[in-house]
């Protein structure tokens, strides 16, 4: 029996995949900020991109397919202290986990989601993803994708999440400055989500097709009008908004629970 | 000695506030209580009734037949009166002309005489129902002055007014129960459902997260946890869906705090996944499992032990796991605490099933323990920056450490190293199976026995798992009185097994007798996988009902 150990170590992407630049990215990012590793989790569910904390430095709970959310608001309902960082595939956040989408942003729970949108389904091997644009070829989907494609910030904007913007792995200087102000980000969820091709299964949305649409969000926006964001994130054709999109001064999940006004409930459990 | 009381009419006509009045009245009086609901899945309409047994000794179950039936409509009379005993009364809440042995009281009328509306004709009835069974109407007068102490002076007064004027109603017709069972022989007047003795149980043993989306018959549970979050500072979160409430107990308890979720057996089934992720990660997780009949929506406010096997497949592959299942109140109790101590101690998960008729029966037993005394989380130091979550040991266990410490806390569903990275290698694969799998060892070590109760050496020997305690027993006496020599063994554990340990209960036993509430004799079956058991009987249901002795001590007797 060959050991194969050694494999396990490498991470398990396709080269030119836009989970290096995100992974390189937010390590960066954290560095920076002088995130203490000892005090971040790092959730994840099932997918390429949810391979993405084996392959840096935190403490790790990569649970269930699509089950990232509900795992890390028991995370941070045990001990709000620590650092919640979610880093997931369109598939796993957005389809598999869908309702849990819904609910957590409504609960807008002290964590930070970074779904790594690529609009399509990389693990298993190039089917339709949420996001999939109207008529989207698939082995699957072989007349065309026919479902409305999901549509994360208008949604996130609706259930009132706390901090919502969109960035793409293509510029990582901008998906810093997002990771940035994500992590900075108190009281309630911050949803980053992050544009990114997948060379292997998505020949439509392609790296240069991604970098000809993008636009950074114009200077004058004002994220707390909620009108005004909701246009922005209508946005998804020859221009794609990049940037914050939406705020809302809305209190965390877990600064509004009875149980944890004093201190952490881990610390409480003697 | 003991008579059976039914409460019975449609739902939202007060069934249950007059149950609650009666039974904590009675049990004030010293009395021996055991109650039972049974309701149908409507919030008005339909017939509801609730039991409430009194006995001048400890009691363990309800019974088939009536004693006394107060019924509040007139479709509940027709329905349940060819259930009286010879000698037994109606009493009909209206104005209907009475006829032969049926009493005609009208509540509603003696309620709106004193506070002008009907807002106090459950007290009335009580004070009837008292009456006829010649108890001192003081004591009922007594209990009404300390439940309503919060509600002011002329609550409490009207209330009193009230009862005694049903207690005269019913006085002035000189009818009495003949054989009434004597109080001041219990002294504990605190009654307590096995619902309420597990949330108790796991607010007591530490648990500071608990998530459910509601489903009868575990939502009793979750209701109980809510009304005393504060007080033990638990965060209840009720969940999206089942599936969200189980994976946050997994995250819970991944970043250190004991946690649960309970459901019934639908519920059950979304958290499947979520099980066998406990089971891979090593997680202390805890689900309360309270049994109703399926399949699918099945019947949901009835009771039924249809989920054993479920439980001890539920989940891909294979892992670890310990199921109990209490029998009493009491053991709701000790049983949750014991169950959040062994997934903490073998870090895997542990179900508690219990089932509609234990969550909802109650009994006045012996005040249980309310202060906070949380149970060992078998920690280590989360300090040694070199700390592998699943380094290899013995005994399958690994230390435990929790996030926010020197020691990265690494956890994967996929199949990991002992650094806990996720690995498709083929001997780390073997390795980490056995490992997880050499937990078995441990929860066998600390196997809670099953009771033996009965006669030694018995000619019969009922075996029984969970809620079937009550009814098993007091089978078992009846047997005994009657002649027959009859033992029962309940297992509050129902896995793992100790084959040795239970055969010697059993080597000399002629005829066994298993007695579950399924179709298919689930628990005899595990027993004869086991090698426990070879040849028995059995004796089922599955109407949706509980067990009772009478109906136990029928088929024994076919």
Known sequence: MKNIAVADKQPAWCPGCGNYPILKTLDEALNELNIDRRKLVLVSGIGQAAKLPHYTKANVFNGLHGRALPAATGIKIANHELEVVVTSGDGDIYGEGGNHFIHTLRRNVGLKLFVHNNQVYGLTKGQASPTSDLGFVTKIQIHGVILQPFNPMALAIAEDCSWVARSFSGTPEHLKAMMKEALNHRDGMALLDILQPCFSFNHQNTFKWYRERVRPVDPSHDPFDREAALRLAMKFGDEIPVGVIYRSKRKSFESQLEALKDSTLVSRCN | ?558
């Open chain 2, 1 to 558: 000695m003991d008579i059976n009381l039914r409460i019975a009419g449609e739902a939202g006509q007060g069934v249950v506030s007059l149950g609650e009045i009666l039974s904590g009245a009675l049990a004030a009086s010293g009395l021996h209580v055991f109650t039972g609901k049974s309701y149908m899945s409507r919030i008005r309409g339909g017939l509801n009734w609730t039991d409430i047994r009194i006995g001048s000794s400890e009691l363990f179950g309800l019974r088939n037949r009536i004693d006394l039936l107060t019924a509040l409509t007139q479709e509940a009379l027709d329905l349940l009166k060819d259930d009286l005993n010879p000698g037994g009364i109606a009493l009909l809440d209206g104005e209907a002309p009475a006829e032969d042995g049926l009493l005609t009281l009208n509540f509603s009328g003696i309620s709106k005489a004193i506070c002008g509306s009907d807002l106090m004709a459950n007290t009335a009835a009580a004070g009837a129902v008292f009456a006829l069974l010649g108890y001192n109407p003081d004591s009922l007068k007594n209990y009404l002055s300390r439940i309503f102490s919060k509600k002011g002076d002329d609550i409490i007064a009207k209330n009193c007014q009230a009862a005694l004027a049903g207690y005269k109603a019913a006085a002035e017709k000189n009818i009495k129960l003949s054989a009434v069972p004597a109080g001041g022989v219990c002294r504990y007047e605190q009654l307590i459902s096995g619902a309420d003795a597990a949330g108790l149980g796991a607010a007591t043993a530490g648990i500071k997260l608990a998530t459910a989306y509601p489903m009868t018959p575990g939502t009793a549970t979750f209701n109980y946890l809510a009304a005393v979050s504060d007080k033990y500072s638990i965060v209840v979160e009720q969940a999206e869906d089942e599936i969200a409430a189980v994976n946050m107990v997994c995250g819970a308890v991944f970043a250190g705090i004991p946690a649960m979720t309970m459901t019934s057996g639908g519920g059950f089934a979304l958290m499947c996944e979520g099980l066998s992720l406990a089971g891979m990660m090593e997680l202390p997780l805890f689900i309360l499992l309270a049994q109703r009949p399926a399949p699918a929506t099945g019947m949901p406010t009835r009771t039924a032990q249809e989920d054993l096997k479920f439980a001890l497949n539920a989940g891909h592959g294979e892992f670890t796991r310990a199921i109990y299942a209490p029998g009493t109140q009491q053991q709701s109790y000790d049983l949750t605490r014991l169950a959040i101590e062994t997934a903490h101690r073998c870090q895997t998960p542990v179900i508690m099933l219990t089932d509609q008729f234990l969550q909802d029966a109650e009994k006045n037993i012996a005040p249980l323990d309310d202060k906070y005394n949380p149970v060992d989380r078998h920690l280590c130091s989360n300090s040694n920056p070199g700390y592998k979550r699943y380094a290899l040991t013995a005994d399958g266990i690994s230390p435990r450490a929790i996030p926010g410490g020197d020691a990265l806390v690494v956890c994967d569903s996929d199949e990991h190293t002992e650094e806990g990275h996720l690995s498709e290698d083929f001997s780390v694969r073997i390795a980490m199976q056995k490992k997880r799998m050499a937990k078995a060892g441990g929860l066998l070590a600390e196997f809670v026995h099953p009771e033996f109760f009965g006669t030694v050496n018995a000619g019969i020997t009922l075996i029984c798992w969970g809620s079937t305690y009550g009814p098993c027993r007091e089978a078992v006496e009846h047997l005994n009185s009657e002649g027959s020599t009859a033992a029962m063994l309940h297992f509050s554990q129902v896995w793992p097994l100790d084959r040795k340990i239970c055969r010697e209960f059993l080597d000399k036993s002629r005829r066994i007798i298993v007695v579950e509430g399924n179709y298919t004799g689930q628990f005899a079956s595990i027993l004869r996988e086991q090698q426990i058991i070879s040849n028995h009987e059995l004796i089922t249901r599955y109407d949706g009902l509980p067990f009772t002795a009478e109906y136990i001590v029928t088929e024994v007797m076919k």
